[in-house]
């Protein structure tokens, strides 16, 4: 199977297309076949070696947010049948950029309806996840509290709107 990889940090240039091995789904882990990975802006600082993770060990690690379908479960792995619709935010240890990859059981869930599976289901882990930790874990955000959200229309800012509203509070935004 083909996977994307780096073997050092750097630019696009040391990007490259490879042959690898397709892994097997161990007791806690669901294998996918990828049909969509989004290109966040932690990738391009893992693949510059300019994030907390990314030393040698993680070199080759890019792509946290993926969409696909459920090839293979293992034996302890419950309430994915093989060939359900899903998304997955990643480990740092994990990668998306691959034909096939595993993932934890619990970092996976099922594609929301009636979103485009392509378009929108592998660009919700990241930044769906970041809006609700700073608006709610971080923030502790309440019904009738204001809140600001510094650019409203990019992929973190759009849900945080969207969380900020579902939860009762007044929201101001910029672009």
């Not at 509290?145 to 900020?164: D, M, P």
């Amino acid at each position: 199977m083909q996977a994307v990889r780096i073997h050092r940090f750097g630019g696009p240039e040391v990007i490259s297309i490879e042959e690898i091995v397709r892994p097997t789904a161990t007791v806690d882990e669901v294998l996918i076949k990828v049909f969509a990975a989004s290109d966040n802006p932690v990738d391009e600082r893992m693949r510059e070696g300019k994030y907390p993770v990314a030393t040698e060990k993680y070199l080759h690690v890019l792509g946290l947010d993926v969409r696909g379908e459920i090839a293979a479960i293992g034996s302890d792995v419950a309430g994915f049948p093989i060939g359900a619709d899903v998304f997955a935010f990643l480990s740092p240890q994990q990668v998306g950029y691959e034909e096939f990859i595993l993932a934890r059981a619990d970092e996976v869930a099922a594609n929301p309806r009636p979103l485009d599976a392509v378009v929108a289901a592998a660009a919700i882990p990241l930044a769906g996840i970041t809006a609700w930790q700073g608006l709610f874990d971080h923030g502790g955000l309440q019904s009738g509290q204001r809140v600001l959200i510094q650019s409203g229309a990019g992929g973190v800012g759009h849900f945080a709107i969207q969380f900020a509203k579902a939860r009762g509070a007044w929201i101001a935004t910029t672009k």
